[in-house]
Nanobody
Framework: QVQLVESGGGLVHPGGSLRLSCAAS????????MQWHRQAPGKQREWVAS???????VHADSVKGRFTISRDNAKNTVYLQMSSLKPEDTAVYFC???????WGQGTQVTVSS
């Protein structure tokens, strides 16, 4: 069973930055699409960003210009660089391999003064 393990979450002040990592237990070089999602308390899980194995990226409007998704196939890792964080970015962040419905356990991001 392939595992996805997220890390890098924590408590940050508004305007701050964090970089999330998602490490896979298998090679991701042929994985066509990887994604980040998030779930805030009392809300449904929402898509945040996608990265294709071509390098193409797509970001949700709510994070565009502030978050950047990337992947390092050699390290079997997907990243989410987050900057200019806002309190409304507070959520548990999950990475996902949609083709096989692999999900990580999530990492908590809290943006608060």
């Amino acid at each position: 069973q392939v595992q996805l393990v997220e890390s890098g979450g924590g408590l940050v002040h508004p305007g701050g930055s964090l970089r999330l990592s998602c490490a896979a237990s298998a090679s991701i070089s042929r994985w066509f699409l990887m994604q980040w999602h998030r779930q805030a308390p009392g809300k449904q899980r929402e898509w945040v960003a996608s990265v294709y194995n071509t390098g193409r990226t797509v970001h949700a409007d709510s994070v565009k210009g502030r978050f950047t998704i990337s992947r390092d196939n050699a390290k079997n890792t997907v990243y989410l660089q987050m900057s200019s964080l806002k309190p409304e970015d507070t959520a548990v962040y999950f990475c996902n391999y949609p083709s096989r419905s692999y999900w990580g356990q999530g990492t908590q991001v809290t943006v608060s003064s």
